[in-house]
């Protein structure tokens, strides 16, 4: 079964193709971009973000049906997103719906104010894309820092996760 990638109209143009092979790549999966309309929910105007959850929502009850899309689905999108009791997420995924979403809005060097670079984006992406998606997978977080299951809390720690998963996420991907 593919993985399904959706492609917010806002999110960066142009870097889906390789950031849906990378994914391919870490995850030994093959990925199908989607380019259907998506209405993104959730905005909070009093901390300028959008809630995760309320976005899973309306990709699990709306978007899923009227497609009739069937397998694990990400959604990319360049909202800053939150859940409740955390300042920000890079993503967030429910297993039991097979939804996931992920953020590039602190991915792209220009928001630590260093220099744009397509390829650091390109590479963040897809690392936290595989992430949600090995979460929709059934792997759990990783104590390995290098581990793509490995969960970031800065973008230091998610530069220094390599792009794969350790020995013992691969093998409980595998079985
Ligand atoms: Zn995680
Ligand atoms: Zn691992």
Known sequence: MSINILWDQQAPRGIELPVARMIEMI???????????FLIDGYNRDRDQH????????LQDTFTRRYSINGPLLLVTSRDLYVTGCDFVFGLARSASSVAVVSTARLGNEYYGR??????????????????????????????????MFRP??????????????????EALDS
């Open 27 to 37: 995850l030994g999966r093959e990925t199908r971009l989607l380019e259907h309309p």
């Open 153 to 170: 809390r800065t973008l230091d720690e998610l530069d220094r996760k390599r792009k794969m998963l350790c020995p013992a996420c691969k």
């Open 115 to 148: 220099r744009p670079d397509d390829a650091d984006l390109i590479d963040r992406t897809a690392k936290e894309g595989a992430h949600e998606l090995g979460h929709l997978l059934g792997l759990g977080h990783c104590d390995n820092p290098e581990c793509v």
């Open 51 to 58: 809630d995760a959850q309320k976005i899973l929502d309306r």
